[in-house]
């Protein structure tokens, strides 16, 4: 076939592959050689998840870092780390080239209220630092690039007994949004990240959580509710009962606010950097456009699918683990209204405690850390 000698010429231009590699793939960096070259690796990124190609990795720990009969109950990842975060108050960083274990961070010991209450309920990851918070409500920053252990800067002291339990963390480098439950009109408190000035202190939406969220200071219990940030700073925060949505910048203006008949599953709700997901406990799956509140596509899970669900999402992908009535993780194409079941993969997980995803990188925590790269690998 014959290619007129302008699209020959136009198609080699770096300028037109960096446009479309920023609006279909939302890189706004480039790693490779050239922007055709970061281009086709999304591309054909995308397509593993498609396919269901991939390959599975366990994070190397330290060998002389004492962690027998720790559980990780947090994962956050980024373009080159993988964040642990230990009932102990603890974070461990990985490497997610080499898959070796960097750095630890430590946090303060501070009262206990609880054999959990030191447990890490959320981690951000910006370009510098790291960010995390314990279910006690104290939050620590430190750099991201550090090797070994470090002791991380408590930024905020948490009061337990005023605020209720900080039951999920999360934010950008310009905001933290921490979402409580043990006290009714306290749901929800926004930090400015570069200052740790509290912002905003209000919100209902935990208030029937009251009693389960102190239970989390002293059982492994589920989280009674999540809270996700999107890169343009829309937050959208669940609970068994409810969803809602607003913008960090006035979280006093509520954009979504939705009951369900069936109940959402808590840990189904993920944001990509435009939409959310959450499966609902009839199994039915609605991926919703942020900033308009549109339907973008909707998918179904068998009933027996749903106990035990977890998930995740990308730009074009939710990803599913659900051990019932056997463990398979499942990836859904969500770009068409009608969301299809790309693929399904055998994964024997155990007990899940945590799962987090981005365009390359699925995590999941139960007694071992399982890394799922869907990465173009090097021949």
């Known amino acids: 076939m014959q ?11 770096d300028l037109l592959w960096e446009h479309l590699t920023r609006r279909v793939w939302r890189r706004t960096f480039r790693v490779r050689d050239t922007w055709h070259a970061e ?19 366990t994070p190397r720990f330290d060998p002389s870092e004492h962690r027998r009969g720790l559980i990780c109950r947090c994962l956050a990842l980024s373009d080159t780390r993988l964040a642990c975060g230990f009932v102990d108050g603890t974070v461990r960083v990985f490497d997610l080239e080499t898959y070796d274990h960097v750095s630890t961070y430590l946090s303060d010991h501070g009262h206990l209220f609880g054999p959990y209450s030191r447990s890490v309920s959320g981690i951000i990851i910006t370009d510098s630092d790291i960010t995390f918070a314990r279910l006690d ?9 550090v090797h070994g252990q470090s002791q ?9 007994m005023n605020s209720g339990v900080l039951v999920a963390f999360a934010g950008t480098r310009r905001r933290w949004v921490g979402l409580f439950a043990g006290i009714a009109e306290g749901a929800f408190q926004v930090w400015n990240a570069e200052s740790g000035e509290r912002l905003f202190l209000g919100g209902t939406l935990t208030d029937p959580e009251t009693v389960l969220g102190w239970h989390m200071l002293t059982e492994l219990v589920d989280p009674v509710a999540r809270v996700r940030v999107t890169e343009d700073e829309f ?3 669940c609970t068994g009962l409810r969803l809602i949505c607003f913008n960090a910048w006035n979280p006093e203006v509520l954009l979504r606010d939705e009951m369900s008949v069936s109940g959402f599953v808590v840990n189904s709700m993920d944001v990509s950097s435009e939409a959310f997901v959450v499966v609902e406990r009839d199994g039915v799956g609605t991926v919703w456009r942020v900033r308009t509140m549109e339907l973008m596509s909707r998918f179904e899970l068998r009933s027996s699918w749903v106990r035990g669900l977890w998930g995740c999402m990308n730009l074009g992908y939710v990803v599913t683990y659900s051990p019932n009535p056997r463990p398979f ?17 055998f994964l024997r997980a155990g007990e899940v405690n945590s799962m ?6 699925v995590a999941i925590s139960s007694n071992n850390i399982n890394l799922l790269d869907f990465g173009v690998q090097n021949p």
């Not at 930024?155 to 337990?160: I, W």
């Not at 987090?356 to 990188?361: I, K, L, N, P």
């Open 39 to 57: 281009y086709i690796n999304w591309h054909r990124t995308a397509t593993n998840f498609e396919t269901g190609r991939l390959s599975f990795m």
């Open 329 to 345: 993780l499942r990836v859904w194409n969500i770009e068409q209204m009608e969301g299809r079941l790309c693929v399904r993969v």
């Open 137 to 145: 409500g104290d939050i620590y920053v430190d750099a991201i690039n």
């Open 152 to 160: 991380a800067r408590r930024v905020v002291t948490g009061f337990v």
């Open 3 to 13: 290619v007129c000698s302008t699209w020959r010429e136009v198609s080699r231009s």
């Open 235 to 237: 937050v959208v925060a």
């Open 356 to 361: 987090v995803g981005d365009d390359r990188h």
